[in-house]
C-alpha cells in the first residue's frame, strides 16, 4: 500500500529549479522524521536532506547544502524539497521517507529528475 507520494521531478537544463512534493493520506508528516534520498543510477541510495518531527532544523548533506531547501506544509501534510542551480551530477530518482517509531521506515515510489542540457 503506498503511504508516501512524490511528485515534481522532470527533466531540466543545468542550472534551473525544480520542486519536489511528497504527500501522505496516511501519516501525519509533523509527527515524524521525514526526508528526501536519492538514488543516481549504478550508485547507492543516499540522503540528502532530513527533519525530526520535535524541530524544523533541517540536515543537508554538503553537496546540496546553499542550493537544496526543505519544507514542510502541515497545513497540506505535505514536504517539499525546493532544488536551486541543478547541476547534472544531481540526476537521480528522489524518495521521501518517513521513520514511524515502532513501525519502520516508509518510502514513496520515487520520481525522476534528469539535469541535462
Known amino acids: 500500500q503506498v503511504v508516501l507520494v512524490e511528485s515534481g521531478g522532470c527533466p531540466v537544463q543545468p542550472g534551473g529549479t525544480l520542486r519536489l512534493s511528497c504527500e501522505s493520506e496516511?501519516?501525519?508528516?509533523?509527527?515524524?522524521?521525514i526526508g528526501w534520498f536519492r538514488q543516481a543510477p549504478g550508485k547507492d541510495r543516499e540522503g540528502i536532506s532530513c527533519?525530526?518531527?520535535?524541530?524544523?532544523?533541517?540536515y543537508y548533506i554538503d553537496s546540496v547544502k546553499g542550493r537544496f531547501a526543505v519544507s514542510r506544509d502541515n497545513a497540506k501534510n505535505t514536504l517539499y524539497l525546493e532544488m536551486n542551480n541543478l547541476k547534472p551530477e544531481d540526476t537521480a530518482v528522489y524518495y521521501c521517507w518517513a521513520r514511524v517509531i515502532g513501525s519502520g521506515d516508509y518510502w514513496g515510489q520515487g520520481t525522476q529528475v534528469t539535469v541535462a542540457s
Open positions: 527533519i525530526a518531527s520535535s524541530d524544523f532544523r533541517p
Open positions: 496516511r501519516l501525519t508528516l509533523k509527527h515524524y522524521a
